[in-house]
């Protein structure tokens, strides 16, 4: 499944997407983590950093009011 989470739930846009790219940056591409977050926007925002990073949004799902996103890291870093 994957290899690490990141919890950014409480946390308001963009502080979740910061975090993530923190994250990506110690890792090797290949490698997935899963994101929790409760910010509504943070739906979109994961949307765009994955398409723009180059990454893979292998799934996003919600449950009550936690977003969860599961990434795929590029090989290049963003």
């Known amino acids: 499944m994957d290899d690490t989470q990141l919890d950014a739930t409480g946390l308001k846009c963009p502080l979740p997407v910061l975090k993530a790219r923190?994250?990506?940056?110690?890792?090797?591409g290949g490698e997935t983590f899963e994101v929790l977050a409760t910010?509504?926007?943070s739906v979109e925002d994961?949307?765009?950093?994955?398409?723009?990073?180059?990454?893979?949004?292998?799934?996003?799902?919600?449950?009550?009011?936690?977003?969860?996103?599961?990434?795929?890291?590029?090989?290049?870093?963003?």
């Open 22 to 28: 923190k994250m990506i940056k110690t890792m090797s």
């Open 39 to 41: 910010d509504p926007g």
């Open 46 to 78: 994961f949307e765009a950093f994955c398409a723009t990073g180059g990454h893979e949004l292998l799934e996003q799902t919600r449950e009550g009011d936690v977003f969860r996103f599961l990434i795929k890291v590029s090989g290049g870093v963003s």
